[in-house]
């Protein structure tokens, strides 16, 4: 059964591959989704896991280029388990719909990558009136795995082994607004910045994650939650590697350069975590 990695701290650094890290792993019997898989990080990742016997379901919103790549990976790896769904992360209504359908499929869920983004929008509303990056980035992801979460605590307590929740954040979290949060002024246009609305929606998948761990570990449920930074490699978002590395047991971590690493004050903050946890579910 598959490991993460093979020793307990990292032998691999930001110029490490996919391919590298996961050498010698066998996913075989495992299932993972992976938002945002039709181009850069999430194809690449769709395409590592499949390579590792993993049964992946990629989630995204434009299918005909999810389709051409789950093609172009089964003409490389003809043993590939690739089904690929809508999911538009900016739709409340798309991510139920989606959230729904899985569960119809009764598929287990043993691993959930959310890593879908977007990078320095001009201001816009998603279709349910948030601020585009913050929707994209952080709360579609943030819908989507408290809607998926059961059927993963379901597949834990069947096969016994433990679920996997990577979250895929930025160092650019470091770079966000001085109070962290906007949120009396989330969706307003003044004083928007690129830049900032970018750094705010990768602080919050951050504090997010941190706090879905300690709900996780307090209810003794056997997922690990851990946010993580890919690394700077060339995709369609930013000229931004994708890590697995042996995190079995550890929780609420943030990974950077295929080590653990520590983030910003404002990302460690138990209270802001907590009050962007009461205001995400009041969404």
Sequence with gaps: MWIFGRKKSSEFSGYSTAEEVTDRIDGTGLTAIVTGASSGLGAETTRILALRGVFVIMADKDM?????????????????????MELDLSSIASIRKFALEYQTLNHPLNLLINNAGVFGTPFALSQDNIELQFAINYFGHFLLTYLLLDTM????????????????????????YHEGIRFDKLNDPSGYSRIYAYGQSKLAIILHTNELSKQLKDEGVEI??????????????????????????????????????KPSKQAQDVTLGRKLWDFSMDL
């Design 64 to 84: 005909v280029a999810g389709t051409k790549i789950r093609t172009k990976i089964l003409e490389e790896i003809p043993y590939a388990k690739v089904d690929i």
């Design 153 to 176: 605590k379901n597949t834990v307590s069947k096969t016994g082994v433990q679920g996997r929740i990577v979250n895929v954040s930025s160092e650019g979290h470091r770079l966000t």
């Design 224 to 261: 690990t939650a851990n946010s993580v930074h890919p690394g700077y490699v060339r995709t369609n978002i930013l000229p931004t590697n994708s890590l697995i590395l042996d995190v079995k047991g550890i929780s609420g971590e943030y990974f950077s350069d295929c080590k653990l690493a």
